[in-house]
């Protein structure tokens, strides 16, 4: 049997890589359109997912000959997962392999990174210096030594950034659902305990029905008041109403978050997080850009290929 791909992903940085499919696939890559989409999916039997559109039941319906979805991403909810596997529509992803993810730094640099630019100012002095305001003291941040770094979801990530704060001299703790065991210099703790002790909270969990809106206003109200919380996991792990007031109340000193809910709505512009951004300094907001370098893109191509090829061949 010979397939037929649909590919709407962006593979420009390695626009060969479906190469290794010519055998036993035809592959045809369209600019990833809702509309595109929704005409072409009943031709093909393989869909390379777009991170950028949302494919749900109305979409799935149309995809009569569709027998597997494969997303280059861990987080799989630009999928109507259940939906598909009830049509017994196969779905691979990156989610659970460990092994190859672990060379994937990207996402747990970016946190760092927002971080440093959310406790020190950075956007806004950058700013400041651009138009010729030289006043330092205007844009006074803080250290990050000797502070407390909470990590909720102690996975691959949350190991990864929990070095980082040994690096940085920070006192480390963490909080995972599953029974797991930590580096020499981390801490597991309660994820209220953890709430209650730390100066820097990064979120590095799945979006899950469990965890959706984990981080809430009972959350908030155990927080320290002047903490500083980062997101680059998904923007519905936060109650964002709750955010919004915490941000507004300078109950948060500063937060930085490369995700928000409802990523994929039109005029993003008008989105309460991205509106007050504009107008405060104590928000930091990246469009979802945690996995977007080079490097990290090309390998999560390629090994989603990989693991697409071993599907149709039957070889995983």
């Known amino acids: 049997m010979r397939y037929k791909i649909l590919n709407m992903a962006d593979i420009s940085i390695c626009p060969h890589v479906f190469d290794v ?21 009943r031709d093909y039997d393989v869909y ?3 991170l950028k559109l949302v494919l749900g039941k109305s979409i799935l319906d149309r995809a009569e000959k569709l027998k597997l979805i494969a ?14 596997k009830s ?7 990156l989610k659970d392999d460990t092994e190859f993810l672990d060379g994937v730094t990207a996402t747990a640099e970016l946190a760092w990174g927002l971080l440093l630019a959310a406790i020190r100012r950075i956007p806004w002095a950058s700013d400041a210096a651009e138009d010729g305001i030289w006043a330092r003291d205007l844009f006074r941040g803080h250290q990050l030594a000797g502070k407390t770094l909470g990590i909720i979801g102690y996975g691959r990530l949350g190991r990864m950034v929990a070095q980082y704060g040994k690096a940085f001299r920070m006192n480390v703790v963490a909080c995972d659902v599953r029974d797991v065991r930590p580096e020499e210099h981390v801490k597991m703790l309660s994820m209220d305990e953890l709430l209650k002790i730390s100066d820097v909270i990064l979120i590095h969990i799945h979006l899950t029905p469990e965890n959706r ?12 008041i002047g903490a500083v919380l980062i997101n680059t996991s998904r923007g519905a792990v936060i109650d964002e109403d709750a955010f919004l007031d915490v941000l507004e109340s300078g109950q948060l000193l500063a937060a930085g978050i490369d995700v928000i809910d409802g990523e ?19 928000l930091v907001i990246t469009p979802h850009v945690g996995g977007v370098t080079f490097e ?21």
């Open 21 to 41: 499919l010519n055998d036993i696939a035809d592959t045809v890559t369209l600019n990833p359109d809702l509309k595109t989409l929704q005409g072409n999916i």
């Open 48 to 50: 390379f997912a777009s």
């Open 71 to 84: 997303t280059p991403s861990t987080g799989t909810d630009h999928i109507d997962v259940e939906y598909a």
């Open 87 to 93: 049509k017994g529509i196969e779905i691979i992803s």
């Open 213 to 224: 809106g984990i981080i809430n206003r009972d959350s908030f109200g155990k927080m320290k």
């Open 264 to 282: 994929w709505n039109d005029n993003l512009r008008e989105h309460p997080l991205i509106r007050y951004a504009r107008t405060h300094d104590n």
């Open 296 to 316: 990290s893109q090309t390998m999560g191509l390629e090994h989603a290929i990989s693991k697409l090829k071993s599907a149709l061949t039957g070889s995983h």
